[in-house]
């Protein structure tokens, strides 16, 4: 399984960015996909998911409204678009999938909201 996030950045309150996490040896298209995010000194919690056809998500309460999670299944890739952004959005952003019991992770994209 490989999973390579990119689209990080520093953005200014209010902002937007769009996340793309391109996942590759694996039959995306039969599975949930997920984006966690870690801030420093917090533990790494979930922002969106999205199921395997694209017509399913949920989102934590933090980012309702403000985050949209999507999929392209012909190109094996996840979205996340993050509008609206906070200070408090700043963290690393993480790609996830979960199969066979076992939680695959990219690298990471890091996302820096500041003025």
């Known amino acids: 399984v490989q999973l390579v996030e990119s689209g990080g950045g520093l953005v200014q309150p209010g902002g937007s960015l769009r996340l793309s996490c391109a996942a590759s040896r694996f039959t995306f298209s039969r599975y949930a996909m997920s984006w966690y995010r870690q801030a420093p000194g917090k533990e790494r919690e979930l922002v969106a998911r999205?199921?395997?056809?694209?017509?399913?998500?949920n989102y934590a309460d933090s980012v309702k409204g403000r985050f949209t999670s999507s999929r392209d299944n012909a190109k094996n890739t996840v979205y996340l678009q993050l509008s609206s952004l906070k200070v408090e959005d700043t963290a690393v952003y993480y790609c996830?999938?979960?199969?066979?019991?076992?939680?695959?992770w990219g690298q990471g994209t890091q996302v820096t909201v500041s003025s």
């Open positions: 999205i199921n395997n056809t694209g017509r399913s998500t």
């Open positions: 996830n999938v979960r199969f066979g019991g076992i939680d695959y």
